[in-house]
């Protein structure tokens, strides 16, 4: 089993910047890749961007050049960066932290607002 948890999101206002952090534990080495989705109102689950153990990452086509996912690991935990520059109201949603392993793993996510 592999365990998620995010943090940082929270309120900006239109062009500022959140930086997204999801950390996993438990059967970590397991892990093969872990991305960010994001789920607005009434709308579906999209991928925003994923990183695979090997370092290849894949964008939206609605964010590429304004978000960057990178990833670090210790003994213990996987960790998942989303730095979302130049955020626009339309990136408001609920992100969520994946990791793909035996089986695909989801954290609790977090509420990101672009709002003036």
């Known amino acids: 089993q592999v365990q998620l948890v995010e943090s940082g999101g929270g309120l900006v206002q239109p062009g500022g910047s959140l930086r997204l952090s999801c950390v996993a534990s438990g059967r970590v080495f397991t892990i093969y890749a872990m991305g960010w989705y994001r789920q607005a109102p009434g709308q579906e689950r999209e991928l925003v961007a994923r990183?695979?153990?090997?370092?290849?990452?894949?964008?939206a086509d609605s964010v590429k050049d304004r978000f960057t996912i990178s990833r670090d690991n210790t003994e213990t935990t996987s960790l998942v960066y989303l730095q979302m520059n130049s955020l626009k109201p339309e990136d408001t949603a609920v992100y969520y932290c994946s990791a793909n392993s035996i089986g695909e793993f989801w954290g609790q996510g977090t509420q990101v607002t672009v709002s003036s």
């Open positions: 990183i695979t153990s090997g370092g290849t990452t894949t964008y």
